[in-house]
């Protein structure tokens, strides 16, 4: 006889208690294949509950497979295979998933580190981290957002659930025409395609483009991530030294007057890892080059909106008559990256390439995000958001670039002057060897490691500093924890 | 003088409303480089709003590159790049956009029918379309869905709009792994990826594994979504002929034994697109073949959950003691397909590689949405739905069956009767030369044209009836048609 009681108030709706432990007693062999269970009224009965959540019950056992079903009689338990034991689970894959794997995976796989598969850490207690360009949550515009959400449920209904556009939701990508507009670019919502941020972005451009063997340039340092990725496709790196002005533009002619060159990735605003912002002549050259050679440039603007001092510089894109700029933008890096929601922006025939590569490599992007993003824009929350954050971040850099100054002598390194976003480079002068992160652990501050922001061999030690995600407090304690770090360092040396 | 007013119903908040008639009368040159806008006060006191509101929309067209701000006096005018005009724009590209993509992505773009990068179009009006494999949106669990979304949002906070783990939510992976517990297949939240859906599940397993040359086999005929890829992958494809009995498991071992195949790609539940459901004894003998000729084999389970009627059948992941099954599953095909959430089960050796592609190809994907989806389990929505959906979808598809019984003579199709799905596989007859487009035209029905889902050229007509959107009412109305439809090509035939 089956003898089990129900909980009321575990929160388990009562006809899955009932079919859990129906299953668990099959599962372990209290019920065998054979075995008939009560009829729904009596296990009713017996019960206290409807004969409707028993009914419920033995659906779901039978969906499942653990028992047959007969119109009328009661459910008799099936044989099922036996699950597969722990040990047996645990143990080696008789296939080599390297061998399965292609190189350009296997690759891929050999050198990304473990953690990057996994959510990156949050720092141990008590340490202050310099590593991570990530918003400050204490700052995502919770309620706003919720409220956006609520609302598009209400309003627009099951369409939210469906499947989308593989270009996006419309209405956003014409609010994002409308805020690009106010960056002096000129684009239609058919010029845009929504991605999975900036990342999925930089993948489905070189997607487009890649066949091993062509070659494309990127600053030196560039963003990390895209390094990896240009390797899994096969493409050459050509790394153009980045100046206290931006790419070195002489060294990029020369490129391109050597070789067929294929894309030109560029950061103009506040570079990752840098922090530098190029000027108006700087970008007019960068676009003469690339119109006079025939090269696409892949304009990463990950930060546009968040200029907070200093001249408005134009995007490239805004000068772009040809249609050579596929331009990148994201709301990550200002809003907040759960909403997976970054852009291209390019001439229609390239959209469309690009549009083709998403429909087939994942049908569409979710609508509902997209629809409670839309709203958020059109309402104004966007806008207003970004007058916040501009505040806030023109006086956390204040304070970084001020604690700077107090904390670490003009002797062991020097740093830019960012006009906008979260990144300052440090490049420390030559010294005695050290062990870097040993000796910034000692003071429990951490920083993101220069060379991983390199493709060759960098040549000297440098240090990205992102506060993104601390407060002025934080920032100050974290300089001082640096200042006392490098002193080891220095003040060993002297 | 500045003249205009402000409006306060429109709902747009009032800073905004300053900002963009001075955004519009600069770039209409009403207002020029060099002016001088009135102080904040002088503003304020004319559009009676308080000063801070003028001060926002200022700080507004400064972040937006319009004005020039120094502290205490009032704002200039800067000069910005004209917008290019219209007829700029429209403009041909001075590139040649398939001269920078790829030949795999060209290949691709040229294949792909326009509309498959634009939203599947809704059949006019008075139409009756069996075309499209869509859930029905009049039984999407809206309300249960708005419900754990807020619970969510009030319970889990700022870290749903954050950077997520790229394998995925651990909660939802756990839920995952109990469900599919249920179907008989034992597997942890590590063996498990979360994926945008089960074509971006597919996208990752052939990005894993493609190099140009090596061989995939697909049932013939097969989902048609992914053909396309195959071929940008560069993959050769093997068509195995499916039987009424699955796919032709003599002429899989031949393949084997003449040269390495390198996946098998099988959907063994009402197999897309022809609703065929293998047997227990075939499922072990594919595993067999896999396992003596060392082939993964990749099993799309999109529709696991639907089988509600007829003998259950166990997965071929859950006899997999070798782990040479990737197992593909899906929430679109059951639930809704907006979430995009789908998900491979694999050796972790394999689920790690697949994790550091999907980490670079777009770092991870939105945790609000699979945080709501693992609480629609874990709370017993999902169950309580799939079986509703079972009750719905047993009625459509014995309501679907009669009807092709009534009004479809055996003489001109024969058809599979499907113990779960949504899919319907039409055999026509040989009949004299027809357009079959033409003729479901005459009648306002529509159905999926058989070709679409072969590699090589069919032999026969086909046609893939699916009944996933349309209720019994729709369904009935719509096999008439077809039978008036067909009848226009038979009946003229005798």
Not at 29 to 38: E, F, N, T
Not at 97 to 115: E, F, I, K, N, Q
Not at 454 to 480: A, K, Q, W
Request: hydrophobic share 35%; with cysteine; glycine share 8%.
């Amino acid at each position: 006889m089956i003898l089990f009681e129900l909980d009321e108030n575990c929160g388990k709706p009562k006809s899955r208690q009932i079919s859990d432990l129906l299953a668990d007693r099959m599962k372990t062999g209290l019920l065998k294949p054979g075995d008939r269970l009560p009829s729904t009224r009596k296990l009713a009965d017996l019960l206290r509950v409807h004969r409707s959540t028993v009914a419920l019950a033995y659906q779901t056992l039978w969906s499942l497979g653990f028992v047959d079903l007969q119109r009328g009689s009661a459910p008799v338990v099936r044989s099922r295979a036996p699950l597969p034991e722990a040990s047996e689970r645990e143990r080696e894959s008789a296939l080599d998933w390297d061998r399965v794997s292609s190189p350009a995976t296997g690759d891929l796989y050999r050198h990304a580190p473990l953690r990057t598969v996994q959510r990156s850490p949050s720092p141990p207690r008590g340490w202050i981290s310099f590593e991570y360009l990530r918003m400050d949550p204490r700052l995502f515009p919770m309620e706003h957002f919720r409220t956006c959400l609520g609302r598009a449920f209400r309003e627009e209904g099951t369409s939210l659930l469906g499947y989308g556009d593989p270009r996006g939701h419309e209405g956003l990508r014409e609010a994002i025409a409308a805020r690009m507009g106010t960056h002096g670019i000129s684009v239609t919502a058919d010029e845009i395609l929504i991605t999975n941020g900036a990342q999925h972005a930089l993948d489905l451009v070189l997607r487009m483009m890649a066949e091993p063997g062509k070659t494309v340039a990127v600053e030196s340092p560039t963003y990390g991530d895209i390094l990896p990725l240009l390797r899994h496709y096969g493409l050459n790196i050509a790394e153009i030294p980045l100046k206290e002005d931006g790419m070195d533009l002489d060294t990029l002619e020369n490129i391109c007057r050597k070789g067929p060159l294929h894309l030109v990735y560029t950061m103009p605003n506040f570079q990752n890892p840098t922090g530098i912002t190029t000027d108006q002549p700087h970008r007019e050259r960068l676009l003469d080059i690339c119109s006079r050679f025939g090269v696409p440039l892949l304009e990463d603007a990950f930060e546009e909106e968040m200029k907070y001092s200093g001249r408005v510089v134009l995007p490239v894109k805004s000068m772009d008559t040809g249609h050579r700029v596929i331009y990148c933008g994201t709301f990550s890096k200002v809003l907040f990256p759960g909403a997976r929601v970054g852009w291209l922006a390019a001439h229609p025939e390239c959209i469309r390439r690009l549009a083709v590569l998403r429909r087939y490599g994942e049908l569409s992007p979710p609508v509902l995000l997209q629809a409670a993003l839309a709203r958020f824009c059109s309402e104004g929350h966007f806008e207003r958001h970004i007058s916040r954050m501009h505040r806030v971040y023109r006086k956390r850099m204040q304070t970084a670039l001020a604690a700077l100054k107090r904390s670490i002598s003009p002797e062991w390194a020097a740093w830019t002057r960012p006009d906008g976003g979260y990144l300052i480079w440090l490049s420390m002068a030559p010294s005695p060897p050290a062990d870097w992160e040993d000796i910034l652990a000692s003071e429990k501050v951490s920083a993101a490691p220069g060379y991983t922001f390199y493709s060759s061999e960098p040549t000297g030690v440098h240090f990205r500093l992102s506060i993104s995600s601390l407060d002025e407090e934080e920032i100050e304690e974290g300089i001082r924890r640096l200042g006392r770090a490098f002193g080891k360092v220095y003040e060993r040396k002297g």
